[in-house]
């Protein structure tokens, strides 16, 4: 039988020791201060760092996918086994080129049978929690198949819900017009935001006040999942605090087979900024 190995990029925001763990191998994206000064997303640069940074130097960084060639060398070096099967799952199409590298890379290798390219059509621990639950099959010798029947239970059982601190990062990102954010950082209004079937960033309602958001967030989650079992994590930009709190009313309310907390790292919080808070979840 096939070893399947799981693959994923840093915008998935694992946890370090869990991948390792798991086994999971996590390709970096890059996070760029200016042409001399680029750091890769959890190796050179941490979510801390990064965050510390941010603040300090008051600026906003651009953000690169690593290139084709990239995960040509990865895929070489985790492919010297012969009898091993590669699942590459990453960042939203949507948001991103890494998607489109890695396919590159595929087509390059001519690979169709060995390694398999997935888009999460998700960002932050809404792929992490996909690659988890996989990579957990992967290390109790399920087949590839058997893998990807389960990648599309979770595609279609997982859903996200974020709150940002500040519109600021979404507006410079081009996610939000700077007419909405202005209005909606003068009227305190909280845009409680998740993702599109297709991957994209949009608002499912806005609610004034952090405390009624995430209140709200919590009740659309009862809505959809009830008490089915559920493995859950909470992300967070800087805000620990608050996940934790929020991860204790999450324990108490939903019925959870497995809970992650984690780190927002640099390149999705380049995009979100600090002091967001996430709120990933599927069917167990």
Do not use: W
């Not at 915008?11 to 798991?22: F, G, M, R, S, V």
């Not at 909280?190 to 709200?216: C, N």
């Amino acid at each position: 039988m096939s070893k399947v190995v799981v693959v994923t990029d840093s915008t998935a925001d694992i946890p370090k020791e869990l991948a390792e763990q798991l086994n999971i191998t996590v390709i970096p994206l890059n996070v760029i201060f200016s042409e001399e000064e680029t750091y890769q997303d959890g190796v050179t640069l941490t979510s801390t760092e990064f965050y510390e940074k941010v603040v300090a130097e008051d600026r906003i960084p651009s953000t690169s996918q690593p290139t084709p060639y990239q995960f040509e060398e990865l895929y070489r070096e985790l492919l010297t086994e012969e009898d091993t099967t590669i699942i590459s799952i990453h960042l939203s199409s949507k948001m991103s080129g890494t998607y489109q590298a890695a396919m590159i890379a595929k087509q390059s290798l001519d690979l169709s049978d060995k390694l398999h390219v997935i888009d999460s059509k998700r960002a932050s621990y809404a792929i992490g929690i996909i690659v988890v639950e996989v990579a957990k099959m992967a290390n109790e010798g399920k087949s590839v198949e058997e893998c990807l029947s389960r990648i599309d239970e979770l595609m279609n059982a997982t859903k996200v819900y974020f709150l940002v601190d500040t519109l600021e990062f979404l507006q410079k990102n081009g996610r939000i017009g700077k007419a909405s954010a202005m209005l909606g950082s003068l009227l305190k209004i909280k845009p409680i935001l998740s993702l599109t079937e297709d991957g994209e960033v949009y608002p499912v309602e806005k609610v004034r006040g952090q405390k009624k958001a995430l209140s709200r967030i919590l009740e659309v989650l009862r809505d959809q999942y009830g008490q089915e079992r559920v493995h859950v994590g909470v992300s967070h930009a800087v805000n620990e605090e608050l996940a934790r709190e929020m991860l204790d009313r999450m324990r108490a309310e939903f019925n959870v087979e497995s809970e992650v907390i984690t780190d927002i790292g640099a390149v999705i919080g380049a995009h979100v900024g600090p002091g967001t808070v996430a709120f990933s979840i599927t069917k167990a």
